[in-house]
């Protein structure tokens, strides 16, 4: 990532800019204290690289559609990340579950 990378989450107001503002934010969200496990599958939206996650909860059988990361890749680091909600999954042609 690249010093001034920015993370939005539209439809939602916050803005995290910086590298250390994402890492605190990425540490909080996957740190020992979150429980469960994640999965990641690479793909593509708005012609851009994107992550689509999952989360397997304790207790459950299957990882279910978490969130899609849009990455915007600049010099070769990661510049801004928007974030979106699983309700958009379908338009991807992604799984609510793995």
Same mark, same amino acid.
């Given at each position: 990532m690249?010093?001034?990378v920015?993370?939005?989450?539209? *439809?939602?107001p916050w803005l $995290?800019?910086g590298?250390a503002?994402v @890492?605190?934010l &990425?540490v909080?969200?996957?740190g !020992? %204290?979150?429980p469960?496990?994640?999965?990641?599958?690479a793909?593509?939206a708005?012609?851009?690289?994107?992550a689509a996650?999952?989360?397997?909860? *304790?207790?459950?059988?299957? $990882?279910?559609?978490f969130?899609?990361? @849009?990455l915007r &890749?600049?010099?070769g680091?990661? !510049? %801004?990340?928007?974030?979106?909600?699983?309700r958009l999954?379908?338009a991807f042609?992604?799984s609510?579950?793995?």
């Amino acid at each position: 990532m690249g010093d001034d990378v920015r993370v939005t989450m539209p *439809p939602y107001p916050w803005l $995290y800019e910086g590298l250390a503002a994402v @890492v605190s934010l &990425v540490v909080q969200a996957t740190g !020992a %204290e979150a429980p469960g496990q994640w999965r990641f599958v690479a793909t593509r939206a708005n012609r851009r690289p994107a992550a689509a996650r999952y989360l397997l909860e *304790p207790g459950d059988t299957v $990882y279910r559609a978490f969130k899609l990361d @849009v990455l915007r &890749v600049q010099e070769g680091a990661i !510049a %801004e990340i928007t974030t979106l909600g699983v309700r958009l999954f379908p338009a991807f042609g992604l799984s609510p579950t793995l």
